[in-house]
C-alpha cells in the first residue's frame, strides 16, 4: 500500500503542478507553454502518427497545427472538463479528421483514385470505396443505383425514366446491388 500511496501523491503532485503550469500559460508566461509542450508533444505525437498510420510528415503536420491552435485557444481549456492532455488529444483528432477531409477532396476534385493494393487504398474511407465500386460497375447497374441513393429517385420515378415497368425496375435493382456488394467486398479485401 505504502508504494500505492506514493504513487497516487505523485499524481496528485503533478496534476496540481501542471494546474498551475497551465494557468501561468494562460496568463501569458511563455516559460510555462514551453514546459507544457515538452511534456505533452511525445505524446501528442505517438497519437497522431498512429492516426496517420505511421505517416510521418502527416503526423509531424498535424502536430503542429495542435500545438498552434493549443497556444491560440489556451484560455478555452476548463480543467473541470478534463485533462490538459485529453483536451489535445480531442484537438488532435479534430484536426486529423479535417485533414483526412481535405485529402478525400483533393483526390476527388483531381479524379486521383489508388492504383489498386498501393498503400494508399487500403486507408480510403468507404465513402469514397462506394464511389469506386459504382464507377466499375456496369453502366445499366450504375445508373439505377445512382438515381435510387444518390439521386433519392423512387422506383416508380426510374421506372419511368427507363421506360419500364416497376417490376422490371425492381428486378434491376436487385441484381444491381448484388453486384455492388461483389465488387465492394473484392476491392475492400484487395
Known amino acids: 500500500t505504502t508504494v500505492i500511496s506514493a504513487s497516487w501523491e505523485n499524481r496528485f503532485i503533478m496534476a496540481h503542478v501542471e494546474t498551475l503550469v497551465i494557468r501561468r500559460a494562460q496568463s501569458g508566461d511563455q516559460e510555462a507553454w514551453y514546459n507544457l509542450f515538452e511534456w505533452h508533444f511525445e505524446p501528442i505525437y505517438r497519437y497522431c502518427l498512429n492516426l496517420a498510420s505511421g505517416r510521418q510528415e502527416v503526423a509531424e503536420e498535424i502536430t503542429q497545427e495542435v500545438f498552434v491552435?493549443?497556444?491560440r485557444r489556451i484560455n478555452s481549456f476548463k480543467p473541470q472538463r478534463g485533462t490538459f492532455r485529453a483536451w489535445l488529444l480531442g484537438i488532435a483528432r479534430n484536426r486529423f479528421m479535417k485533414f483526412k477531409s481535405k485529402e478525400i477532396r483533393r483526390q476527388r476534385n483531381k479524379g486521383q483514385f489508388p492504383a489498386k493494393g498501393s498503400e494508399s487504398q487500403k486507408e480510403r474511407s468507404p465513402h469514397l470505396l462506394v464511389h469506386e465500386v459504382i464507377a466499375r460497375l456496369p453502366?445499366?447497374?450504375r445508373l439505377v443505383l445512382e438515381a435510387k441513393y444518390l439521386k433519392g429517385q423512387t422506383?416508380?420515378?426510374i421506372a419511368e425514366a427507363r421506360r419500364s415497368?416497376?417490376?422490371a425496375?425492381?428486378?434491376l435493382l436487385g441484381r444491381a446491388r448484388e453486384k455492388f456488394a461483389?465488387?465492394?467486398i473484392q476491392m475492400r479485401d484487395q
Open 69 to 71: 491552435t493549443a497556444a
Open 139 to 141: 453502366s445499366h447497374y
Open 155 to 157: 422506383v416508380n420515378q
Open 165 to 167: 415497368t416497376v417490376k
Open 169 to 171: 425496375t425492381e428486378s
Open 182 to 184: 461483389q465488387v465492394y
